[in-house]
């Protein structure tokens, strides 16, 4: 490497590494749970097109990336260790950049959310909140395995569920749409227990006391598969009981199937955590989908 180049410290992002920082690949999960929620409220969307596609932009660009930035930042020590690649240590965001993106889209979060009405600025500041309180000192909710997990797994699935149900019927959504949307959002402190294995050595050195390194990979990968399967299981008895047979058995259907990729993942739990995290959660959230449908019938 030239002498130059080394000694060269770059003034701005590369924009390359500031669309890396907020992750794209993590926009999905809220972006479609906002979506369920949109179909659970059985609320037509005709003339309220911008609600729909405001909402999506918020849940998952500006919410969700500004989430990952905020973690970025504030992980940027144990990515040093683990993925010293990753825009932070490497160099490609320099200086405090990856802090004023995460309080920047924190502000544009706000000011998009207001214009969701009440219900969807609440839960915007609910969620943002939720980011900072899972990454940031002093509160760190990631250090636990048990407190983080379920905090994302909630502000993932759960909150943008409610927030799509109430923004498009402009109210409290049914009971029925809060306890499915609740139930899958703790299903997926599971989801995220599984994300941790990526991780594993440098949470163990920096004191992030994660499911794979306080109970080892094997038991953390029991622990989260049955996280997601128990209430899966619940919104397939409540589909029975609310007299929606074929949504249940399609709920049935992905969780058998769920099954099968949970028995190919524990004969190597550490190697295999990063594929069940592409099959098994593709899974997951068409058992969502499929719920929404059942409950958009209910209404």
């Known amino acids: 490497m030239d002498v130059s180049q080394s000694l060269h410290v770059r003034r701005f992002p590369e924009p390359a590494a500031a669309l890396r920082l907020i992750k794209p690949i993590t926009w999905f999960p809220p972006m479609w749970a906002y979506v369920c929620g949109l179909i659970a409220s059985g609320a037509s969307p005709a003339g309220q097109w911008h609600l729909v596609l405001l909402g999506i932009l918020l849940a998952g660009p500006i919410v969700c990336g500004m989430s990952q930035a905020a973690n970025d930042w504030c992980d940027r020590h144990v990515d040093a260790i683990n993925e010293p690649d990753r825009p932070i240590p490497s160099g490609r965001i320099p200086g405090r950049w990856g802090l004023w993106i995460a309080l920047a889209m924190s502000c544009l979060s706000l000011f998009v959310g207001w214009q969701l009405g009440p219900w969807g600025?609440?839960?915007?500041?609910?969620?943002?909140?939720?980011?900072?309180?899972?990454?940031?000192?002093?509160?760190?909710?990631?250090?636990?395995?048990?407190?983080?997990?379920?905090?994302?797994?909630?502000?993932?699935?759960?909150?943008?569920?409610?927030?799509?149900?109430?923004?498009?019927?402009?109210?409290?959504?049914?009971a029925e749409?809060?306890?499915?949307?609740?139930?899958?959002?703790?299903?997926?402190?599971?989801?995220?227990?599984?994300?941790?294995?990526?991780?594993?050595?440098?949470?163990?050195?920096?004191?992030?006391?994660?499911?794979p390194v306080t109970l080892g990979p094997r038991r953390a990968a029991q622990v989260a598969c049955l996280v997601?399967?128990?209430?899966?299981?619940?919104?397939?008895?409540?589909?029975?009981?609310?007299?929606?047979?074929?949504?249940?058995?399609?709920?049935?259907?992905?969780?058998?199937?769920?099954?099968?990729?949970?028995?190919?993942?524990f004969k190597d739990p550490r190697a295999k955590a990063p594929w069940?995290?592409?099959?098994?959660?593709?899974?997951y959230v068409s058992g969502m989908m499929i719920a929404a449908f059942a409950l958009r019938g209910l209404g």
């Not at 069940?276 to 899974?283: A, D, E």
Request: aromatic content about 12%; glycine content about 12%.
């Open 276 to 283: 069940y995290n592409g099959t098994g959660v593709l899974l």
């Open 228 to 265: 997601m399967s128990v209430p899966q299981a619940v919104v397939l008895g409540l589909l029975f009981m609310w007299d929606r047979p074929f949504h249940a058995a399609g709920v049935a259907a992905v969780l058998l199937v769920q099954f099968w990729a949970m028995t190919v993942m």
């Open 121 to 174: 600025f609440g839960a915007t500041v609910v969620g943002v909140l939720a980011a900072w309180a899972y990454s940031a000192e002093p509160v760190r909710l990631k250090r636990s395995g048990w407190w983080g997990p379920g905090l994302v797994g909630l502000s993932y699935e759960t909150l943008p569920w409610v927030t799509g149900a109430a923004v498009l019927s402009a109210g409290a959504p049914r």
């Open 177 to 211: 749409v809060l306890l499915i949307a609740l139930l899958y959002g703790v299903g997926a402190h599971g989801i995220m227990t599984l994300n941790d294995f990526k991780a594993l050595e440098g949470d163990r050195q920096m004191g992030v006391n994660s499911l």
